[in-house]
């Protein structure tokens, strides 16, 4: 449980700042600085079983069946870097109260800061890799929000722009990696993925998940050719750059090289791959750190040079070289974040953080130049001090490394180039700021700064030193256990001693400390080199590229999503063929064993009129009345189809809504145009054609495959239980309103949200209504041929006497709520089109919305009754009853619920064509003239 | 029998298609509706052909299946009340754009583009 606290600690510290933000500037960074205090001592209180070898974790279920827990770990590699993170952040805590001037928001710079730092502990501490990568995200944006902490700067928010860019991009390949290797292991817990490293490296998806995985690495730890966000973040506030950008964000990367070494690390892809990017990485920013003016920019290209050399030890693979990288990640951020405060410091007493101004500042602020002066040579790796001792255990590994074959002695020699550019960048450091004359035009006069400003920078040098006289007193321990975790448990012999004797990697310390103040004397020859090398300027190259990458990005969406519905169609479509097509390519044989039915003269004759009219219905469709009658033939086809292949369910229901679709798409063509224009090129004509045969093709043969296989159906089921259990023989009907009922309570309700929604779109609606045909001829005059009227009006009682006993008779022979009501349906509208709106209104004044709303209410209350007995929702009932003159007659539950579907379905199709209906025949516009 | 009734599926598919592809939109409501047949065909053919066997106990030995019989009626009547739906879209449509086009705009031809230029 204290494992949770050190992790939730600092981030209730992301509030405390906005709570205190009323507060004087001390008390609210005293505040702000003391969860991360109790954290640290939380931390401390482990610290000796940790240093025993011990490791602790921590489990919070959250959803166990998807393994995602809440889960915590903290073994040496943890404790070591939460301790870099808690014990800087606080001397940043200290360091920013001085640094941050009145007009900038301090709580806000402060809940940033804390935000970050939970973000960090969450990736040190995490045991569950996608926890880990929620974290590491969270990193880049709290890092874009602190870098972007003075936005009104252009370069500021440019600068955390790329920053945000890179590494996130750089998140998203980890994320990647992290799911494959999850899909490798089994798991996402970060025990189970470091012990199964064997499997991971034999898995054919190794290299991919390697590469992704290092992507994610060295874009966060700005490894060339990512490096370049990490010199533009520099625009962020100094104690940003000190702690994200020395200590901890930028080791986030080398942390996961570290933390995944077991499971990862021994194949020669790797040694390749990271060792190669580490030397690149040491070489390329030591050599440009020596040109840069700005104090920062020289600290920003030295950090990259030192993550290089990070990287390139952790690439090496012996143990010996994890355990100088370990020991490196302790020195780098000590001495690292000391030189950012004490850049800061300087930028901040004297106005300016130009090396070609700032001169001569050791008779200004003498204490500050001492401490800096300490802290530069522990960078350069002068004997005595921390960079030496794990500079040199670096030298050594260089030399017994083998990655190259024979080649394998250019590593130590390029190791000590990039060591000379260490050393002379360090001098630059400190002769261009500290002496070389006098500085030149600064605003202010340079002073030294607060005494507790000061103190964080004194406090990480002491430590500088101390490590550097007694290494294994002070980190012993803490190497030790850091190491441990990295290697699984066996850490190699090594001892941190300051004189190891004469040897070859004291002869190359020797030869970068000589070889730099060489370099340095003499770089007014290399500074005119330099400056006739083309520039590059990261940053507008990098929005260039950005800026061309999403003018890409835009063109390619704008051929997928043109705005053609005919375009996305074609692509659905396209894509029903591949995926339906492909397995179809696959299977030897269409035919599955099942004998064919002989074909008859009734059913070729049937079929060849469905396909004629079909194709009519195409050839013709520009002429849309002819269209609609061709179509309609198809659907009387459909419906004799059904007939003969034993369905009279729904041979009544496709004849009776062929019927109410015909008359819809009439009543619809007096609104829109009659004909087509022809506008389809015969390219495009061509295209839809072999398209729609493609998906014809396919979709007849999946249907033939199926009608000639063999198969079990669950139907048997509703066989045998429909008469005892539903009390009906039509077994259709019985599914319908029994078995299946609560599906179809669905589906009703679906058609009257249909037609309600029918109803609401046609109010007031600004039609175009026409005084001609589409061929300029007048309407009829004779609105409702009396031949027609006399007739319907006879016929409108037989319709409806023919429903009701489609209905009743549902229950035992074809027929039922769904025909009933659609025959009803079909002869109240024979008397609208026979006698008009206004006549039928006169006679029948019904709110059609209300019939839908009442056969909906039918059908629920129906299945709601069944509550009142103790059965579940929609259980049907059913009993015999001698009635006298009837005889024996079944009353079932179920009529009920048959009952609700008729009529919403009467009601639903009315309203639909009354509302059409209606927009069509009042104040339709007459042709006087043309009698 | 099966492979003319797959045949004709196919076909009515294929036709539905190609009027759907059109760009105004009563084609395409024509083309739904052809293609809702095929689609009702192809589910009540998954329960096989069977001749001289409606659903109804005690009239028949060899029962046709009659579970896709009742999904494709319920199917029959909501294609309809679809079917209903988009013509009352596309004339919403047309009277609120002033065009019967599927984009509610209409193409760019190449006279216009001339014109516009």
């Known amino acids: ?931 | 029998m099966e492979s003319l009734l797959a045949g004709c599926i196919g076909f009515l598919t294929a036709c539905g298609v190609f009027l759907m592809l059109r760009g105004r939109t009563f084609p395409v409501v024509v083309g739904l509706t052809m293609l809702a047949y095929a689609v009702n065909l192809f589910l009540f053919s998954s329960g096989r052909l069977t001749l001289q066997g409606a659903a109804v106990l005690g009239t028949t030995d060899n029962y046709a299946d009659p579970l896709p019989q009742a999904l494709v009626l319920t199917a029959i009547v909501i294609g309809f009340a679809m079917t209903a739906y988009l013509v009352i879209l596309a004339i919403r449509a047309r009277a609120d754009l002033g065009n019967d086009h599927v984009d509610g705009k209409l193409p760019e031809t190449e006279s216009s583009r001339k014109e516009s230029r």
């Open chain 1, 1 to 931: 449980m204290t494992l949770l606290w050190i992790l939730l600690l600092p981030l209730l510290g992301t509030l405390v700042p906005v709570l205190t933000a009323n507060w004087r500037r001390s008390a609210c960074a005293t505040a702000t600085a003391i969860p991360p205090a109790i954290a640290l001592m939380l931390l401390f209180y482990h610290s000796s079983a940790i240093f025993a070898g011990e490791s602790f974790r921590y489990t919070l279920g959250w959803i166990p069946l998807l393994g995602l827990d809440v889960s915590i770990r903290l073994d040496g590699l943890a404790f070591l870097f939460s301790l870099l993170i808690l014990g800087i952040g606080l001397l940043i805590i200290l360091y920013a109260r001085y640094y941050l001037s009145e007009q900038d928001s301090m709580p806000r710079f402060y809940a940033y800061l804390m935000l970050f730092m939970t973000a960090m502990m969450g990736i040190v501490l995490s045991n569950n890799v996608l926890q880990l990568w929620l974290f590491w995200e969270l990193t880049s944006i709290s890092s874009f929000l602190l870098i972007s902490f003075w936005w009104h700067k252009s370069e500021a928010r440019r600068g955390a722009r790329m920053a945000l860019t890179v590494t996130g991009a750089g998140g998203l390949c980890l994320l990647a990696a992290l799911l494959l290797l999850g899909q490798i292991t089994g798991s996402y817990d970060l025990d189970v993925i470091l012990a199964s490293g064997a499997v991971i490296q034999q898995h054919a998806w190794y290299p991919l998940v390697l590469v992704l995985f290092l992507l994610g690495c060295f874009t966060k730890s700005a490894q060339f050719p990512f490096h370049f966000w990490l010199p533009n973040a520099m625009a962020a506030p100094t104690p940003v750059s000190a702690y994200l950008h020395s200590a901890t964000m930028v080791k986030a990367g080398i942390f996961l090289l570290a933390r995944f070494y077991p499971a990862m690390a021994g194949t020669d892809l790797w040694f390749l791959l990271v060792s190669m990017t580490g030397l690149t990485t040491l070489l390329v920013g030591a050599y440009l750190a020596l040109f840069k003016h700005d104090l920062k920019g020289l600290l920003a290209y030295s950090t990259i040079s030192h993550l290089g050399l990070i990287t390139l030890l952790f690439g090496m693979g012996t143990d010996l070289a994890a355990v100088a990288g370990v020991f490196h990640i302790i020195n780098h951020a000590t001495f690292k974040a000391s030189l950012f405060m004490a850049a800061g410091i300087i930028d901040h007493e004297s106005g300016s953080r130009d090396m070609r101004k700032l001169n001569g500042l050791w008779h200004f602020m003498p204490i500050t130049a001492t401490l800096a002066m300490v802290a530069a040579a522990a960078m350069a790796g002068v004997p005595l001090l921390n960079g030496f001792l794990s500079k040199e255990m670096f030298f050594v590994e260089t030399l017994q490394q083998h990655l190259l074959g024979s080649l394998s002695w250019i590593i130590p020699v390029l190791a000590t180039v990039a060591g000379v550019f260490s050393v002379a960048y360090s001098t630059r450091f400190i002769h261009d700021v500290f002496f070389n004359g006098k500085p030149k035009g600064l605003t202010k006069t340079p002073h030294e700064p607060p005494r507790y400003m000061r103190m964080p920078v004194e406090v990480l040098v002491v430590l500088c030193i101390l490590v550097g006289i007694a290494p294994g007193y002070i980190v012993g321990d803490l190497l030790h256990a850091a190491s441990s975790s990295v290697l699984g448990g066996t850490v190699p012999e090594y001892s941190l001693a300051i004189w190891h004797g004469f040897n070859v990697a004291l002869l190359m310390s020797v030869v970068a400390l000589a070889g730099g103040a060489l370099i340095y004397i003499n770089r007014k020859h290399l500074f005119d080199f330099q400056n006739t090398l083309p520039g590059v300027d990261a940053i507008n190259t990098f929005e260039l590229a950005m800026k061309s990458l999403a003018k890409r990005c835009q063109q390619f969406y704008g051929r997928l999503d043109n705005g053609s519905l005919q375009r996305y169609l074609v692509f659905l479509l396209s894509a029903v063929v591949v995926l339906a097509g492909l397995p179809l390519l696959q299977l030897d044989t269409l035919f599955g064993g099942r004998p064919e039915l002989p074909v008859d003269a009734v059913n070729a004759t049937g079929a060849a009129m469905l396909l004629i009219t079909a194709f009519a219905t195409v050839v013709f469709h520009r002429q849309r009345v002819v269209a609609l009658l061709m179509i309609s033939v198809v659907g009387l086809m459909v419906s004799i189809a059904f007939t003969r292949f034993s369905a009279p369910d729904l041979a009544l229901t496709q004849l009776s809504v062929e019927v109410v679709t015909i008359i819809l798409l009439m009543l619809a063509l007096f609104f829109l145009p009659h004909k087509t224009p022809k506008q389809s090129s015969p390219t495009r004509v061509i295209r839809d054609i072999s398209l729609a045969s493609m998906v014809g093709v396919v979709i007849g043969s999946i249907s033939y495959a199926i009608m000639t296989r063999p198969f079990n159906t669950i139907s048997d089921y509703f066989l045998a239980n429909a008469k005892t259990g539903g009390g009906g023989t039509n077994v259709v009907n019985v599914i319908l309103v029994d078995f299946r009922g609560f599906d179809t309570f669905g589906e009703i309700a679906v058609l009257g949200i249909a037609s309600l929604g029918i109803f609401k779109l046609l109010t007031r609606i600004p039609v175009f209504k026409p005084s001609s045909d589409g061929e300029g001829r007048p309407w009829a005059l004779e609105r409702h041929p009396v031949l027609l009227a006399t007739v319907s009006q006879s016929l409108l009682p037989l319709a409806l006497m023919v429903s009701v006993f489609i209905f009743f008779r549902g229950h035992n022979l074809p027929g039922g709520g769904f025909i009933a009501g659609l025959v009803t349906a079909v002869a109240l509208i024979l008397q609208y089109i026979a006698h008009g709106v206004e006549w039928v209104k006169s006679r029948m004044n019904i709110e059609y919305q209300r019939v839908v709303a009442v056969g909906l209410m039918i059908a629920l209350v129906t299945g709601v009754a069944s509550w009142l007995f103790n059965k579940p929702f929609l259980t049907s009932w059913f009993d015999y009853f001698d009635i006298p003159l009837l005889g024996k007659i079944e009353l079932a539950s179920a009529i009920a619920f048959d009952a609700g579907v008729y009529v919403t379905v009467v009601g639903s199709t009315l309203l639909i064509l009354a509302s059409l209906g209606k927009m069509t025949t009042s104040h339709r516009p007459v042709h006087t003239e043309s009698i």
